[in-house]
């Protein structure tokens, strides 16, 4: 009785390390593909919005809505980059692109204030 408890514990034991040792292999390899999705979707996250911005300067006030769309997909890249990778990427990176971003986000919002103030100023 004893020995084939023994036995059928050693077999578990011997498994649940197996499984183990699997799962953190398993892990690290997560945690570099949502570094590298972080990355990726950051930077086509940038770019997106960049081109929809620069898509403003072409567009007609009222046909601008497409461009702030294009904006708005960059903006959700961003976001998913950072929940897919916020475990598995450095403080320091997150922090460095969060302030591109913001820099980006605020610099674009007060150029976009100007030319509405420019813009209503010069149909008045």
């Known amino acids: 009785g004893d020995t084939a ?3 059928a514990r050693s077999d578990y034991q ?3 390390d197996g499984f183990n040792q699997a799962q953190q292999a398993y892990n690290a390899q997560m945690r570099v593909y949502n570094r590298n999705v972080f990355i990726a979707a950051n930077i086509a996250g940038m770019i ?12 007609a006030l009222a046909a601008e809505s497409v461009p702030i769309g294009i904006m708005i997909a960059g903006l959700w890249g961003i976001w998913y980059g950072y929940i897919r990778g916020w475990n598995s990427v ?3 990176l997150k922090f460095f692109i969060g302030l591109v971003i913001a820099v980006l986000v ?4 007060m150029w976009l204030v100007q030319r509405y103030a420019k813009k209503r100023g010069a149909a008045s």
């Open 48 to 59: 997106i919005f960049v081109v929809g911005f620069a898509l403003l300067f072409g567009t």
């Open 90 to 92: 450095d403080d320091r």
């Open 106 to 109: 605020i610099g674009g919002s």
């Open 5 to 7: 408890c023994f036995k």
């Open 14 to 16: 011997a498994t649940q």
